[in-house]
């Protein structure tokens, strides 16, 4: 199965793992969910977008990471899951 | 339940008296005391068994039983209470402790079955704080200001049956204190009112001694002495105070707080201060003191919850006395033992605003917070989802108390603002804090101009409220709110009893 | 005036969402020894994405790339090339890992027009490279240098000490080096995070010997170090004396201040320190 992760579960860090799949689906684990739940989600459908990824599994375990970390994380875990294919 | 609103805009049951602000207490609690319930002399019966209280003091349901909090997360004596209350499977029992935690796990249970439906505290956290946000409780909760518990008690308002009062050691009298015996913890400040006040008072030690070295526990009031094996865990008795951080945000914080407090000038002879036990606090305390040295200040009296480090700064001769209501280590218990201007004052003495308490003396006061919102109302009662994890100990009292009162918290906390547009909970109205410092600026309250004009030349980062949760959304984003269930749970009183704010279900 | 410089694991979050506020004149993100070379791109990405979010850092900003003989060397320079940072550290520093890097950098610099030059500040670290530092220091790119007082014992087969006697000679080949040139010369962090005496003496010591910075590997080293390395108020203020004094002396020749007469080295330090100060 083609997966690849980033990240840590360090406090502001977020564990990313991406995953080869038929269909879109995200999955949110966080410390904060209620509060950045959407803010979150958002960010990884806005990477996916640019990285015109229409079909894929995310799942992440946020320990409170800002934008640009999860941003960074995401786009870690799909390189190396690219890179797992060369 | 029918709702009304209190002047800081905080939906309260009908038929409890809101909050109408710091100074505007409620008149008719004007300091009413009602008589002191003395025993006599002579010496006191010593039961060995907890049953044998229960059955000479016919302990039945419906009744309110208190205690007091000095051995912290070691206490034992709660807990031996509460398995005779199982044990007779009493009903409708309601507890008074001056605090409770995570080592009174044993009243979930009791909770849960309506063996206890109401209980008066004034902090709580672990799994009976998770049991009552629950809403477990049949009795909506109580909790009070460590001055406004004295005054409930004073007053009669709050009637106690029975107080089990752990004594460390304790003579034949009936006399106690809390510096000898194995479970030793120094003051006992908090028990005072309920020595003073209860119906029946019973004196629960490990320790019996001919005669105690100091009486800080009146044996004219005491009507039984328990004896058992042991009150306490002495590790967590001990254990109250931490280490001054070494956090390089709350170490700024720290060293800002420090420099404020100079740059307002009030490092000066017979200044008097407070500070809590944790981390950032300690922190504060360094600072101040290499500041008091260097300049060779003395102040009058440091106060409140007494530490390792006010200690070592009153044998430096930095502060004349020590004004003691709760010893937070081992060096604060010996201090309090040797040291003659190292004094304890009761709940009353401390913060009951009816009975001029020390707090009104206070220069400064460093307090911390959960939250605080544009308003500068601060929570020590909740965490930012509603959990119950703390309550006001002394942070009303001694907030209103203090001519300058200083909260330090970290701007954000794992992606989370600590400045909010409105608290969860309030526990301390903003009218009693003057200053914010955190790691991306300082802000002032904006009623108090005089401090503001004080810093005008100041090279600190000073901004508003309303910046410092600007810089702070810009960085974590703008949070969602979340919503409070409506279900009302708990009762957050002022230090007069009005009711500043209430407790959600979660 | 880069009187404390500190490092930043590049690839810890925590750290890097405060370090514009711990107070150091300059932040060094690390991408070389505190990144395990399976993360190396992770780093990179967040450090990316952290710019974009942050574009004008009120801090001077400094990045410790691997060195040029590593795997990461080209990617680290393409990344950082986008990024808003004022310089670059080179580790294992040499008059050609120095040329080679100016070159990648002119090339890059060229191709941006607008593109402010970036410094490098060669880390020496290596027994061979303090017989190339003078040269190493002359280059126009070269704004500091950094002695890197661990690797270098290492290289010495030594053991690294509190007291540095090991290192004396390095420490004064680098501040000799530097001072020949303009340069700063920046000590090698104290390593004992717990030991604050340790620390003060160590950055003394250092300062007495003509170091004019100290890298810092804890935000609580900062304070300290940015004290020691700062003018005193007296010195400044005599400095100022000196300075009006030969405003008002102007043309008259020779003067004297406080009973001391005052000639023009004494006269150019005291303007290079109030320059340093009102920075």
């Known amino acids: 199965m083609k997966h690849a992760t980033a990240g840590t579960l360090e406090s502001n860090d977020c564990l990313v793992t991406v995953e080869a799949a038929d269909q879109l689906e995200i999955q949110i684990d966080s410390t904060v969910k209620d509060v950045f739940g959407e803010a979150i989600e958002k960010v990884i459908l806005d990477v996916l977008k640019k990285s015109h990824i229409k079909k894929i599994k995310v799942s992440i375990q946020d320990k409170g990471a800002l934008d640009y970390t999860i941003r960074a994380r995401l786009l870690t875990a799909l390189h190396r899951m690219e890179e797992k294919n060369d | ?90 009903k409708h029992i309601t507890l008074a402790p001056s605090a409770i935690f995570p080592v009174h796990e044993p009243m ?58 752990a004594t460390p050691a304790v003579d034949h009298a009936g006399h106690g ?27 629960v030690t490990d320790h019996i001694v001919d005669r ?206 600590m400045v909010k547009s409105s608290v969860k909970t309030i526990t301390t109205p903003g009218e009693s ?46 949070p969602k709110m979340i919503p409070s269930s409506d279900k009302i749970i708990g009762l957050i009183r002022y230090r007069d009893g009005s009711i500043i704010d209430s407790l959600y279900q979660l | 005036m880069t009187r404390s410089l500190l490092f930043i694991p590049a690839n810890t979050p925590a750290m890097i969402q405060n370090a514009d506020i711990f107070e150091a004149d300059a932040i060094i993100f690390d991408l070389e020894d505190a990144i395990h ?17 942050n574009p004008h850092l009120n801090i001077d900003v400094i990045i410790r790339i691997n060195d040029v003989s590593s795997p990461y060397f ?32 002119s090339k890059y610099e060229k191709r941006k027009k607008n593109h402010e030059p970036l410094w490098i500040i060669p880390i020496i670290e290596q027994a061979r490279s303090l017989f190339e530092v003078h040269t190493i220091a002359s280059h126009v790119r070269v704004k500091a240098l950094l002695l890197g007082g661990e690797d270098l014992a290492t290289d010495l087969e030594v053991e690294r000490t509190q007291d540095g006697e090991e290192i004396l000679l390095a420490r004064q080949l680098v501040i000799y080096a530097a001072k020949a040139y303009g340069k700063e010369a920046i000590d090698t962090p104290f390593t004992h995070v717990d030991n604050a005496e340790g620390l003060i003496s160590d950055a003394k010591h250092a300062k007495r010997l003509g170091m004019t910075g100290k890298a810092c590997i804890h935000p609580i080293q900062i304070d300290t170090i940015n004290e020691l390395f700062s003018p005193t108020q007296e010195q400044i203020d005599y400095a100022k004396k000196i300075v009006l004094a030969e405003e008002q002396a102007s043309g008259k020749g020779a003067f004297s201040v406080d009973g001391k007469m005052i000639d023009k080295p004494i006269i150019m330090r005291a303007k290079k320190l109030l320059e340093k100060v009102t920075k």
């Open chain 3, 37 to 53: 070379p399976l993360e190396k791109d992770a780093a990179r990405i967040l450090l990316k994405e952290y710019f974009k979010t």
């Open chain 2, 108 to 165: 979930v249970p009791l909770i849960k079955n309506q063996s206890i439906t109401k209980i008066y505290t004034n902090y709580i956290n672990g799994p009976v704080a998770k049991a009552i946000e629950e809403g477990h409780l049949k009795e909506l909760l109580v909790m009070d200001t460590h001055g406004g518990r004295a005054r409930a008690i004073e007053s009669g308002e709050l009637t106690i049956d029975v107080a089990f009062i």
């Open chain 2, 212 to 417: 105690v070295k100091k009486v800080d526990i009146d044996g004219r009031y005491v009507d039984m002495i328990l004896h058992i094996p042991s009150i306490g865990d002495p590790e967590g008795i001990k254990s109250g105070t931490t280490k001054p951080t070494r956090d390089p945000i709350q170490l700024k914080i720290a060293k800002n707080t420090a420099r404020l407090i100079e740059e307002l000038g009030l490092i000066k002879p017979h200044f008097n201060f407070q500070c809590g036990a944790g981390g950032t606090s300690l922190a504060v305390a360094e600072a101040l003191k290499q500041r008091m040295t260097a300049n060779k200040i003395k102040g009058d009296f440091a106060s409140g919850g007494i530490t390792s480090f006010l200690v070592d700064m009153h044998e430096k001769g930095l502060f004349e006395k020590l004004y003691d209501v709760q010893c937070f280590d081992l060096e604060a218990i010996k201090s309090y033992q040797r040291n003659k201007h190292h004094l304890m004052i009761s709940a009353s003495e401390y913060g009951n605003p009816y009975a001029k308490p020390i707090v009104n003396d206070l220069d400064v006061v460093v307090l911390g917070a959960t939250e605080i919102d544009l308003d500068f109302n601060v929570n020590v009662t909740t965490d930012s989802f509603g959990h119950l994890i703390g309550g006001s100990g002394g942070h009303a009292d001694t907030a209103f108390g203090a001519k300058v009162t200083i909260i330090t918290t970290n701007l954000m906390k794992s992606r989370l603002s």
């Open chain 2, 177 to 203: 204190n809390g510096i000898e015996g194995p479970s030793q913890c120094g003051t006992l400040g908090y028990a005072i009112p309920d020595l003073l006040y209860a119906k029946h008072k019973v004196l």
């Open chain 2, 433 to 478: 804090v003057d200053i914010l410092v955190t790691e991306r600026g300082i802000a002032i309250n904006p009623k108090r101009q005089d401090l503001i004009n004080k810093l005008k030349d100041s090279k600190l980062e000073i901004t508003t409220i309303d910046e410092l949760m600007k810089r702070a959304h810009h960085i974590t984003g703008e």
């Open chain 2, 1 to 90: 339940m029918n709702l009304i609103k209190n002047t800081l805009n905080r939906q309260i049951p009908e038929g409890y008296t809101p909050f109408q602000g710091a100074n505007n207490l409620i008149k008719t609690n004007e300091r009413k005391i009602i008589d002191e319930v003395i025993i006599g002399g002579g010496n006191k019966p010593v039961e060995s068994d907890i049953a044998s209280v229960f059955d000479k003091l016919d302990i039945k349901d419906g009744m309110t039983l208190s205690f007091h909090h000095h051995l912290r997360n070691g206490d034992a004596v709660l807990n031996l209470v509460l398995m005779e209350i199982k044990k007779r499977k009493l």
């Open chain 3, 74 to 105: 080209l990617s680290d320079i393409k990344h950082i090339m986008k990024w808003p940072v004022q310089g670059i550290m080179l580790p294992k520093a040499s008059i050609a890992s120095v040329e080679e890097l100016d070159q990648l950098l």
